[in-house]
């Protein structure tokens, strides 16, 4: 089993260029949740999704879109990107269990120019 | 507001035992998450706690007290491979994790 996998890993981008970041999971979960990291600052939650079809936004939704149009795929969207983009972003799923543990892809660590 | 707060950075000795502390005031609370991530790598699960008391798993304990809005993770007989950040995570009311900004801890031989 591949557990979560996010495509691409690194990417660097012109501002106002657009691109989508896969994220695809084989654990069968319900939750995805797409997370950016920066230095000195916690995970931050961009959108999040509950199940096939179903999105929702987190604590910093904007300039980004998202689909669940399978359950085992997340994307996110960045339309025209910013520098303030740059960041490494962390795709992750979960069931919404008791313990609620969510399961980390690798990460894409992504510089906007 | 919501807030975690965690030390920034700590070094600890290989062989000896280290506490990473975490104080938090949430929205609600619905649970308290403890992680670990290597540099450059993913956030990996280590423990969770939802009530008062200390959780033992293996070199690894997590306390957590709801009164206080504390919680610290304790590390024994640490190993070299020890050295990561350590992220303190709380779900909140809405039951979203808000997360701390992790304590970087260095092993030193």
């Known amino acids: 089993n591949a557990g979560v996998t996010q495509t691409p890993k690194f990417r660097v981008l012109k501002t106002g260029q657009s691109m989508t970041l896969l994220c695809a999971q084989d654990m069968n979960h319900e939750y995805m949740y797409w997370y950016r990291q920066d230095p000195g600052m916690g995970l931050r939650l961009i959108h999040y999704?509950?199940?096939?079809?179903?999105?929702a936004k987190g604590e910093v939704p904007d300039g980004y879109n998202v689909s669940r149009l399978k359950k085992q795929n997340f994307l996110l969207g960045l339309e025209s990107a910013a520098p303030s983009q740059t960041s490494v972003y962390f795709c992750a799923t979960g069931w919404r269990d008791v313990t609620d543990t969510q399961y980390f892809g690798p990460g894409t660590r992504l510089t906007v120019l | 507001g919501q807030n975690i707060d965690q030390p920034t950075e700590m070094t600890a000795t290989e062989g000896a035992i280290v506490q990473i502390n975490c104080t938090y005031q949430t929205s609600g609370f619905n649970g308290l998450f403890w992680y670990q991530q290597h540099a450059g790598e993913a956030p990996t699960f280590l423990s969770y706690n939802v009530l008062d008391g200390l959780e033992e798993k293996g070199r690894f304990s997590s306390f957590l007290s709801r009164s206080k809005g504390y919680s610290y993770l304790l590390l024994k007989e640490l190993q070299m491979k020890d050295s990561a950040s350590y992220l303190c995570a709380v779900r909140d009311s809405n039951y979203q994790l808000i997360w701390g900004a992790g304590t970087k801890l260095i092993i030193k031989p």
């Open positions: 999704s509950v199940g096939e079809g179903t999105t």
